[in-house]
Each structure stands twice: as C-alpha cells, then as structure tokens.
C-alpha cells in the first residue's frame, strides 16, 4: 500500500524529503486533476519556499496551465484568489518549525477535500499525468489589496482608537497585517515583520514561544497583542495584561451570542456553556468549514488560534481575525466577554514518536485506554482519535496529522482530577512509545 501524501491540512515533510522530483510529480499531479485555466500560487517565508514555488510551477507549466503568481502572502489570501481562478496552491507548513515545509491545495475557496486529495494521490502514484504540447506562462498579480478591501468592507474602522502591537512572527501576515490594523484606524507596534526566513520564535503561537511578545505587550502599555503563525491563517490574543489569552477562551468569546457554532473534538467545553448548539468535529479547518456550510452554522473555528467566520469567507482568516479582535476592544466587549466565560483547568500535551505507524500506535493506544478508564467512562466519542468524558471531565488522544506525534487534551473540574487524567492518559501512550 502506497504511504498517505496527506495529513491534516495538505502535504508536510521535512525540507530534505522535498526533492525536485517529489514536487514536480505533485505538481504534475494537481495540474492533472485540475480543469481550470489560471492556478494561483503564494508561499510562506520559509528559507526553502522560494524554490519549492518555483519547482511547482515548473510542474504546472508543463501540464498546460497559466499560472497566477501572487508571491510571498498569508494563506487566507491564496485561499480568497481561488474564488476567481478556481484552483490554488500555497507552499507552507504553517506553524511547523522551518527545517518543514509543504503544500495546501485549494479550490473555490475551500480548502482541498479528503476525496479531492484522494483523487491528486490516485494520480500521484499512478504517474497518469495530462500531456501537454504547449506549457503555460506565468504573471505576478497583487492580491493583498483585494484581502484587506474584502475584510475592511465586512469590520469597518475602529469606534474609539486602539493601540495594538501585531507579531507577524517574520512570516507571511507581514504584507498585510500592519497595514490593515492602521488602515482600521489603529495605533499600531509592528514586530517581527522581517521576511528573510529566519524566524525570531516558534512559530506555533504559544505562551512559550511568544513570552517576549508578551513581555512587550505590557511594556508598551498596549489595548491588545495579536500575534500570527508562519502563514498567517492563525491569531493569538495577548491581553493587556501581557498574558496570552487562553485558547479555549479566545475561541469563546469570539462566539459569545452565537446560536449555532462548530468547533473540534479538542475543544473545551466552556463553549457548551455559552452557545445554544455546538457542532464537534475531528481536527482541522476543512472538517470546521465542511460542517459549517452543511449545518448552515453562524461561526466556527478550533482552539488553535484557527477561526471562521462565514459572513466573509469559509476558511480560516489571521488577519480578519485580528480585525475582528481588535474591533471588539475598540467597542469595549473583548475584556468584558471574556470574563463571562467559565475556565476550566486545560492541559494539551505532544508525545513524539519515531518509526511508527500512527495508526496501528493509535490501535494499541486505544485499547489501553479502554481498559485504564474502564470504570469512569461515561461517554465515548471516536470523532477524530478517541475522546473519553467522565463525570468530572474529558480526555481526547489522537495522532497528529502534521507532526510525527500523538496529542493528548484533557479538561476537568479541578486542577487535581486534571492532573489525574493526563497521567493516567500519558501513561497508556508511553507504554507504546517506549515499546
């Protein structure tokens, strides 16, 4: 059986599995599959980027297409150009550190499919590619204005002026985040805004990875901190406070008052406490946008930072979710909505592998923890990895599908039955790890 090209959100390796051939061949590959004319192409920052866009539209040329360069932009922006040319690519592996790289493939305006990915990996493999006597041609086209136009229509300008410093993290949201906070009216404190591919953090936003924004953000007595991931279709709230916003709270408090909202599996469940209906999902955005557009949702996003907002577009938008943020301080509802919100002790925890098979690990893993929960399990959900809820919380374990990794979620009442749970749950995994 031939290895999944696939994971989560599009295809990510390691920089040296990228090799000219591979690229070339999943080019040949979306060309193929691909009936429009025009297919626009944007990258990250990513040192490695530059020839990866290159290598691919060297394979899209060769099948015949026209290809719309768009140049270094967030992957939002990709995502928004493929409205008008039907098919898009973006080279990014996002939050992954930069010895990764990789590519998300779309199509009007959604992202690609588990069936439309199965298809490009049917041709993939059987090297059944279109050919093609006359190769296309390339043009660089701008398509930042039309981004920061589309979210300033839908926001508007600030009510009462905002000081805000945006981390762009040397990624793509450099081209537009700065100057859509200003153009909204914002004081605004660039950092990180160098795209020369040498990231000054992790680029996954995190307290860890973002303490010296963090630390800034209070110095600089700032309304808010916003800061992004390598591709920007990710926003982290840092308060006032110079505290990185809880994950499960952001997420929240952007769908405070929302009737029917969609979240994934990881999720916690003060969102419950505050929506009249909440739709789960298994991890990543287009299983979000999928269920969104078919439940007819009003809001959906996950705990990642990773947010949508139907009312403008079905997929995951940083810069629009930055606006959103920055216009609900400006409107004094951010601060207040967030301490409406119930907190619950919250621990997310990877546990890396090497050699492995995700899914015969994730077989083994399952069994184990059927049989350690055995006696507290009140409810079993096998949406995306295996996810138990006892009386007094929940705990979620599933193989990553970006990283060589299994995640671990849990939630409970109390800091100790947290504890409790992640134990018991890092124990069942790392008896496998180990083995």
Known sequence: MNPRLFGTSGVRRLINELLPEFVLKLAYSLGTYSDDKEIAIGRDTRSSSGRLGNEFISGLLATGHDVVDLGIVPTPTVAMATEDYGTGVVVTASHNPPEWNGFKFW?????????QEREVERIFYSEKFKPEKNPGSVEKRDYIGKHIKRILDNVGRVEKPVK?????????????????????GCEVIAINTEMNG??????EPTTENLQETCDLVEKNNVD????????ADRSAAIGKDGRLVDWDNFLAAL???KDKVVTTVDASMCIDDIC???????IGDVAVANAIYRENAEFGGEPSGSIIFPDVHLFPDGPLTAAKIVKMVSEDRFYETLEKIKKYPTKRVKIFYKGKNPAD??????????????????????????RIKTDKGWFLTRASGTEPCIRITAEAQTESLLTDLIERGSSCVNRFIDS
């Open 107 to 115: 199509g009007d305006g959604k992202a690609y499919s588990p069936e």
């Open 164 to 184: 805000v410093l945006i981390d762009c993290a040397n990624g793509a949201g450099s081209v537009i985040t700065p100057l859509l906070l200003e153009r909204m």
């Open 198 to 203: 040498i990231f000054a953090h992790g680029l």
């Open 224 to 231: 808010i901190g916003i800061a992004h991931d390598g591709d």
């Open 255 to 257: 769908a405070y008052g």
């Open 276 to 282: 009249k209906e909440v739709i789960r999902t298994p």
């Open 361 to 386: 690990l994730m077989n083994k893993i399952r069994l184990e923890i059927l049989r350690e929960f055995q006696g507290d399990i009140r409810e079993i959900d096998e949406t995306d990895g295996i």
